[in-house]
């Protein structure tokens, strides 16, 4: 069994897609720009997020990043607020904690908000360690999860990392620990490149994934 799991929060235990494709095609909207649905933002989103919203069309030229990352924010929170946990997210959870595996959160989230989010969400307790970004601008999570890893003082072979995106994909290969990708979040299945893919988080309960 892995000695440690490292969860991701937005769109593996948070079903936060509409809220993230809401907040954004209101940004849209406010530029006249084409807004987008579920599908296609599957099919776009990316890290680091910059790089999506020139995707989107927005003019980054001319844009303060600063004020477009406060901006998706205050939209996030009023539509997050109607956000639950994926299905069977918390059931894995305390069967995990019940057998004994500690887990921790490695997010692109700034840290503020994810520590309240898991607070409000009540899931809080089941984490050792939870790591976030210090600003809202969604870059790479590699750096925390390096500062993560020597916190676990574990071997990377006994770390299994659970993720929605290809960027979890890379963080987990750039830290030599182990990844399983969830379907169903920020990204179409037909763009995660890991090879273990899961389509609930009960699926680690009733497989060998958590094998080493």
């Known amino acids: ?86 299905k069977h997210a918390e059931q894995t959870l305390a069967s995990l904690h019940e057998n004994k595996i500690p887990m921790s959160i490695l997010s692109a989230c700034e840290i503020t908000i994810l520590e309240r989010m898991l ?7 089941y984490f050792t360690h939870v790591f976030g970004l210090d600003n809202l601008y969604a870059t790479s999570k ?14 990377p072979k006994d770390i299994l990392l659970i993720g929605d995106t290809n960027h979890d994909h890379e963080v987990a290969n750039e830290l030599g620990i182990q990844c399983i990708l969830l379907t169903g979040g920020h990204q179409s299945e037909q763009r995660l490149k890991s090879k273990s893919k899961i389509n609930s988080p009960r699926e680690l309960m009733t497989t060998n994934l958590l094998s080493t």
């Open 1 to 86: 069994m892995s000695k440690h799991i490292i969860w991701d929060w937005n769109g593996t235990l948070l079903d936060d897609v509409k809220a993230c494709v809401d907040a954004i095609n209101r940004m849209l909207a406010a530029r006249q720009l084409r807004t987008i649905s579920q599908q296609q933002y599957r099919d776009i989103f990316d890290f680091p997020v910059k790089s999506y919203y020139k995707r989107l069309g927005f003019d980054m030229q001319n844009e303060d990043w600063d004020s477009m990352a406060k901006e998706f924010h205050r939209h996030y929170a009023e539509h997050s607020a109607k956000s639950i946990l994926r």
């Open 119 to 125: 607070k409000e969400h009540n899931i809080r307790h």
């Open 142 to 155: 590699l750096d925390q999860g390096r500062l993560l890893i020597e916190k676990l003082k574990l071997s």
